[in-house]
C-alpha cells in the first residue's frame, strides 16, 4: 500500500500514472482540505473532489478542475440574478457540493461524506480529507485577509502576499482513518502539490507527522520550469 499526501492539481497528475501500475485498493490519498468553502450554501471541497473525479474517470483534465463535460445552467442563472458567485460550478459538481454540505448540517463527518460520494461514484481507492477539523487557508494582504480561493479565482492571484495564515476555531487533527492508512503504507509519498497551501496543511494535523516518523517517505517536487 502507498499514501499520497495530496493537493488538487499536481498530485493528481502524478495519482492518474499510479492508477496504470497499481492495484486501485493498494492506493490511499490524503487530501487538503484547507481550502474547503461554502459557496451559494453548498460546501466545495476541490481538492478532495479532484481526486474523487480522477478516480472516478470524469474529471475535467483541461482545467483539472471539475466534472468533465458538464453544464453550467445554474452558475449562469445565479449569476443573472446578481448574486456573485465568482467560482464557475457546473451543474453536475453542483450536485456533488448539495449533497455534501446536506451531509455535513446533518452532523456527518467530512470523512464519512466523502466516502459516501465515493461510493456513489465508484471509486475503488481510499480517498481521505485530511481533518474532520474545518481548516481554512488565507492570505494576507494589503486588503486584509482573504480566503485563498477568493484569492486565487476572483483576484487571479494579482494581489501581493504579505502571509499565508492557517484559520480555525480548534487545531486540527488527523482523523483515525488517515492515521490507520499511513501506518499501513509501505511508502507514504509527499506528492507534487502546492508546498505551502496544499502540503502544509496536511502536516499541520496533530498526528501526520508521528504516524510518519518510521514510514519510507518520498518527496515528489512540485517545481518545473525555471
Known amino acids: 500500500m502507498i499514501t499520497f499526501l495530496s493537493g488538487g492539481t499536481g498530485t493528481p497528475k502524478l495519482l492518474r500514472g499510479m492508477q496504470k501500475v ?9 487530501v ?3 481550502e474547503d468553502i461554502w459557496i451559494s450554501g453548498n460546501h466545495i471541497s476541490p481538492d478532495v473532489d479532484t481526486v474523487m473525479y480522477l478516480f472516478a474517470g470524469v474529471l475535467n483534465t483541461d482545467t483539472w478542475w471539475g ?5 453550467f445552467t445554474t452558475h449562469d442563472e445565479i449569476l443573472h440574478m446578481g448574486l456573485g458567485e465568482y467560482i464557475a460550478i457546473g451543474d453536475r459538481d453542483r450536485a456533488v457540493h448539495i449533497a455534501r454540505g446536506n451531509m455535513l448540517r446533518e452532523g456527518t ?13 465508484g471509486v475503488r481507492e481510499n ?6 477539523t474545518e481548516v481554512t ?23 501581493p502576499i504579505e502571509d499565508v495564515v492557517r ?4 487545531p486540527p487533527e488527523s ?39 518510521d514510514k519510507f517517505v518520498i518527496a515528489v517536487s512540485p517545481f518545473i520550469g525555471d
Not at 497499481?22 to 490524503?30: L, W
Not at 466534472?67 to 453544464?71: A, E, F, Q, V
Not at 463527518?109 to 461514484?121: E, K, P, Q
Open 175 to 213: 482523523t483515525e482513518e488517515v492515521i490507520q492508512a499511513v501506518e499501513a503504507s509501505d511508502v507514504v509519498v509527499i506528492g507534487p502539490s502546492n508546498p505551502i497551501t496544499s502540503i502544509t496543511p496536511i502536516l499541520e494535523c496533530r498526528g501526520i507527522k508521528e504516524a510518519m516518523a
Open 167 to 170: 484559520c480555525s476555531k480548534t
Open 127 to 132: 480517498v481521505l480529507p485530511m481533518s474532520d
Open 32 to 34: 487538503n482540505t484547507a
Open 109 to 121: 463527518r467530512l470523512t464519512n461524506a466523502t466516502r459516501t460520494l465515493c461510493d456513489r461514484f
Open 22 to 30: 497499481m492495484d486501485r485498493h493498494e492506493i490511499s490519498v490524503v
Open 137 to 159: 487557508t488565507r492570505v494576507k494582504t494589503e486588503l486584509g485577509l482573504i480566503h485563498y480561493q477568493e484569492y486565487w479565482i476572483r483576484s487571479k492571484g494579482q494581489i
Open 67 to 71: 466534472i468533465r463535460n458538464d453544464t
